[in-house]
């Protein structure tokens, strides 16, 4: 992907995330009202949660997502948005996090890495956290591009082991690409780290 700069453009022009809003009705008081955007584009979702009482950390690798971010939530108090300008595969450790978001951004992780940030993901989210984002399906147009991660929906069952599957959709439609039609193969998932967590690193409530 050389420029994301046009997807930007385009997302300045929609507005926010249905998937985000029904993942927000799925967080019940935790006492942590900390979110991470992870691949936060032109900052829609960032914005969103901002909007809805959250502090976040938003990360991209792209300074043009960070500039755009921060321009996005800028009437925001001082605090209420932290950015890291960071490819999400060399991440640290995360901090603990009542929501994560990855709205179509994992699936641009490299595979050999992709284990490692989801196992981060899962780690970062408090008890009762909710993780909201998309992954691409095996069929995807894009399947080819090695560099690129998908998923059928049995290992993403797999990788939810664990946590609670509070929505998992399947849709696939052919869409006009850059490059002509493709095979848009894709998983919205919402998942809940239950309150009580085997070996979770927090304090249950
Ligand atoms: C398709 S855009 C999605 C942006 C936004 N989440 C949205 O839904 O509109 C993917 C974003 O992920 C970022 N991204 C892709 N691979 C990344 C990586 N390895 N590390 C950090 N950011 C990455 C891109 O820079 C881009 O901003």
Redesign the pocket.
Known sequence: ?TS?NS??RR?EKRGP?PLLSEALRHIEDQGCRHAI??????G??AQQLVQAGWTVLA????PE?IARTASACSGADDGVLTTWL????RLPELPASGLIH????LP??RPDRFGRLWDQIRQALRPGGVFVGHLFGVRHGWATHSHLTFHTEHEIRSMCEGLDVLRLRESESSIDGDAGSLNWHRFDLIARKPFHHPGCRFDLR
């Open positions: 992907m994301w997807f930007y997302s995330s955007d992870l691949g936060c584009g032109a829609i979702e990360i991209d690798r792209e997502a960071m490819d999400f595969e990855a709205g179509l951004a641009f992780c």
